[in-house]
């Protein structure tokens, strides 16, 4: 079994920035890549960005040069760092992982970007 708790979601203004947060109940180190998703209001979950456990990364073309996905292994944390946020960033954000064959969900962060 794997928790993911994410965290740091919030209003901000166009050109912002935040950091999300996914808190992880088993060392990282354990897990396949970790990943982002989100999910704007009547659409589709999307994936956002990805971090591979070589240190390997994948980002949508639309965050590419903005958000950054990293993660501390002795906190068990993954980290989104995400910057100059356009209204089009606004969505639920989720942390997800793939183990033992089963997909894990958090319950979601909510961003919000007014312009």
């Known amino acids: 079994q794997v928790q993911l708790v994410e965290s740091g979601g919030g209003l901000v203004q166009a050109g912002g920035s935040l950091r999300l947060s996914c808190a992880v109940s088993?060392?990282?180190?354990?897990?396949?890549?970790m990943s982002w998703y989100r999910q704007a209001s009547g659409k589709q979950r999307d994936l956002v960005a990805t971090?591979?456990?070589?240190?390997?990364?994948y980002y949508r073309d639309s965050v590419k040069g903005r958000f950054t996905i990293s993660r501390d292994n002795a906190e068990n944390t993954v980290y989104l760092q995400m910057n100059n946020l356009k209204p089009e960033d606004t969505a639920l954000y989720y942390c997800?992982?793939?183990?033992?064959?089963?997909?894990?969900w958090g319950q979601g962060t909510q961003v919000t970007v007014s312009s």
């Open positions: 997800n992982t793939f183990w033992q064959s089963r997909n894990y």
């Open positions: 971090l591979g456990n070589a240190g390997e990364t």
């Open positions: 088993r060392s990282i180190l354990d897990l396949n890549a």
